[in-house]
């Protein structure tokens, strides 16, 4: 199992910066791609960037070259650094890690989500 712990998240004006973090533990070892989603109120939860075990970045089109998503392997950690955020940016943040438990088995784990409000 693994367990995900986000921070970092908050409320700034139009065009300010956030760091979002995300402290992965338990069978880390099993991870291979880690991600974050947002969830804007009534819409259905998004992708926002993912990176794998190797390194390999995408992007969804509404935040490249604002935000850049990086992994920590010493800390197990994900990090999605926002730059200048707009309103349309305000969702919950979900952190996500992929684990392969077995050739044909992937466990999805979430962590609990953090809020991000940009105001204009």
């Known amino acids: 199992q693994v367990h995900l712990v986000e921070s970092g998240g908050g409320s700034v004006r139009n065009g300010g910066s956030l760091r979002l973090s995300c402290a992965a533990s338990?069978?880390?070892?099993?991870?291979?791609?880690m991600a974050w989603y947002r969830r804007v109120s009534g819409r259905g939860r998004e992708l926002v960037a993912q990176?794998?075990?190797?390194?390999?970045?995408t992007y969804d089109d509404s935040v490249k070259g604002r935000f850049t998503i990086s992994r920590d392997s010493a800390r197990n950690a994900v990090d999605l650094q926002m730059n200048d955020l707009r309103p349309e940016d305000t969702a919950v943040y979900y952190c996500y890690a992929g684990a392969r438990v077995s050739p044909v088995q992937i466990d999805n784990h979430w962590g609990q989500g953090t809020q991000v409000t940009v105001s204009s």
């Open positions: 338990g069978s880390t070892q099993n991870i291979f791609e």
């Open positions: 990176i794998t075990i190797d390194g390999q970045t």
